[in-house]
């Protein structure tokens, strides 16, 4: 029936209104069900959402229920039912014990304690004890859970510290005692029996203890953005992720699903000869990852610069201790966020000095402040400005303050002196000619390497004379395709657009690294782009000199680039250039990597 009522729900699909990309693909299948042997047409129905971690999956859906204690009958019960009831109430208190145990068995460090702690505190002998005095009194088993579980908070959260932090461990517990009264499902994520695909509208922190990723095959969400908890978990648990997939609803639990989350798709009814080989490959490449340990080099032998975007000295430690070969992208915005006032020459000089001595002897490029906009910082952008992404931002900012700029620059040259390394910097929106000559000027002149961002269009359409005056550039793909779309790139509802794989993006893309290798410039990207595996294939493929990203994207990027040869890297790059939209230009790419 409910395979039947997802069917039905597909026929009943309305264009949404926000493009989805790639089309959707409904085609009819023969599907056999094994109980009747019969064979009956069926379709194939994908879904979209915005892809989070890479990956593919197929395996039985299984939904994280949301139960709420709803009102309750507290009718006095009879006499004579209440010695049943307390029966009741017991095996309903020992499943929810036994089920917590399970899950603390399956998970590992201390969300298995957490889950070994919860299951001995719903077996409590005194907690029992004052459920049973209530129903020996008439008060039916759940409402005598219920009264019960506030009684003991109460006292808890009396006693105060780790005694209060008890009570919302009991309140669960108190919820999943009164879903297994009512024969509700468990709430929260379901006692898996067999690997699976888990989905939900969003996860709870609550529900990520005990996330098991042996059990979970994949992760997707109705709601939630690339930040959500749920990403945030995915990404830390290595789990195959999308989320804000608007139709999930119509996905029944324990249908077999097929994930792939680097499209951002889910499919209902697809060929099992398919999908499997492809899953199966799939598991073979993130083991790849998994034992990849640098540098980066092509199939074909020729190497590849991978670099790391920081934004203090601790995330530039962390990068030196892995893959990184130096930093490509250290937003330094970033650590002056919560200041209330411009930090004096050398408390910016010990800032920086930190990110350089991470990287002794290695490149580091240094972006001057990129400030405004989503990236407010006290005292160096206006307050407010009715379009901030279209205002004064990057090096803008230089208009309202021109000592901002050459202030940091000083501090950054102090703090090169100490670095024997190779100190690059790199100025974020520039936009016009007489600024890169003006800002090439004052970098040189303190010793340092002069570089530029090409974030702005008109960056990436005058290239070929930026590039005649300065070092290197370095392309910030997440600006790029937010200015080259006219999309706001906080905002979810325009993925479709603020997708680097739009091929008007990748032709600029295209034009810059080509105007790089004429001129042998470097021509280097930063932004998000970077740490797409495919499309890092692609950007070599056009020239793109180096690729930074964040540093646990590097041993991904890194393993895709050693499967491939740098004719295929060429052939990807020529292709998606003409491409149709986003979706196919990664379609396009893929077939030209040789990747299914
Ligand atoms: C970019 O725009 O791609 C970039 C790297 O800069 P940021 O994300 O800091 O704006
Ligand atoms: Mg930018």
Redesign the pocket.
């Known amino acids: 029936m409910e395979l039947v009522a997802a069917r039905q729900q597909q026929s009943d699909h309305q264009p949404s209104l926000i493009p989805l990309d790639p089309p959707k693909s409904e085609t009819l299948l023969p599907v056999r069900f094994i109980s009747t042997g019969k064979v009956i047409m069926s379709t194939e129905k994908t879904i979209y959402g915005t892809p989070v971690v890479n990956g593919l999956a197929y395996a039985p859906a299984a939904w994280v229920s949301r139960f709420q204690i709803p009102k309750l009958d507290a009718t006095p019960l009879p006499e004579s039912e209440r010695e049943t009831e307390t029966t009741r109430f017991d095996q309903a208190a020992a499943t929810v014990s036994a089920r917590l145990a399970a899950r603390a068995k399956q998970a590992v460090g201390t969300a298995s304690d957490v889950l070994a702690a919860q299951s001995e505190l719903s077996a409590d002998p005194g907690y029992r004890q004052m459920v049973h005095q209530a129903i020996k009194a008439g008060t039916p088993a759940a409402v005598a859970a219920l009264q019960t579980t506030e009684k003991f908070c109460a006292m808890f959260e009396k006693a105060g510290g780790l005694m209060a932090e008890r009570t919302t461990d009991l309140r669960d517990i108190c919820t999943r005692v009164v879903a297994e009264l009512l024969g509700e499902p468990e709430p929260g994520v379901p006692q898996l029996r067999e690997p699976s695909v888990l989905l939900a509208d969003d996860l709870a922190p609550a529900d990520t203890a005990g996330l098991n990723p042996e059990m979970i095959l994949a992760l997707v969400t109705e709601q939630g953005g690339s930040t959500s908890h749920t990403s945030i978990i995915a990404r830390q648990l290595g789990i195959p992720c999308i989320v804000a997939m608007r139709e999930l609803g119509c996905v029944p639990p324990g249908e077999k699903v097929f994930v792939d989350a680097s499209l951002g798709s889910l499919t209902l009814g697809a060929p099992v000869h398919e999908v499997l080989p492809r899953v199966e490959a799939d598991v073979r490449a993130r083991e790849a990852i998994r034992n990849w340990a640098g540098p980066a080099r092509l199939a074909s032998g020729e190497e590849v610069e991978l670099l790391a975007?920081v934004q203090d000295g601790a995330g530039a430690q962390k990068a030196a201790s892995g893959y990184a070969q130096g930093v490509g992208?250290f937003?330094t915005?970033?650590c002056f966020l919560d200041s209330t006032h411009e930090p004096t020459l050398d408390e910016q000089a010990a800032v920086y000095c930190e990110v350089l001595t991470a990287f002794p002897n290695q490149k580091v490029v240094t972006?001057t402040l990129?400030s405004g906009?989503?990236?407010p910082i006290a005292w160096a952008t206006l307050e407010q400005e009715p379009n901030p992404a279209l205002g004064v931002r990057?090096l803008r900012t230089t208009g309202l303050n021109q000592g901002l700029f050459t202030r940091q620059l000083d501090a950054i040259a102090a703090a090169s002196k100490q670095h024997s390394g190779k100190n690059w910097v790199m100025v974020?929106m520039v936009s016009t000619l007489p600024e890169v000559k003006w800002v090439t000027k004052l970098i040189r002149e303190r010793g340092l390497v002069a570089g530029i961002?090409v974030?702005v269009p008109a960056a990436a359409i005058m290239i070929d004379h930026f590039l005649e005056e300065v070092d290197f550039v370095?392309?910030?793909?997440?600006?790029?395709?937010?200015y080259v779309m006219a999309a706001d790139?906080m905002n979810a509802n325009l993925a479709t657009y603020t997708d680097s794989w739009q091929p008007a993006v990748l032709t600029l893309i295209a034009r810059v690294a080509r105007v790089g290798q004429e001129k042998g410039k470097p021509v280097g990207?930063?932004?998000?782009?970077a740490a797409d595996p495919v499309l890092a294939c692609v950007l070599i493929g056009m020239g793109v000199t180096s690729l930074?990203m964040a540093a646990t994207a590097i041993p991904g990027v890194g393993a895709q680039l050693g499967a491939v040869t740098l004719d295929q890297c060429q052939a990807a790059a020529a292709v998606v250039l003409q491409a149709a939209d986003a979706g196919d230009a990664r379609a396009r790419a893929r077939r030209a990597l040789g990747l299914r």
């Open positions: 975007n992208l937003r915005e970033l972006r990129d906009s989503d990236k990057g974020p961002m974030e370095s392309i910030g793909t997440n600006d790029l395709t937010q790139r990207v930063c932004g998000e782009a930074s």
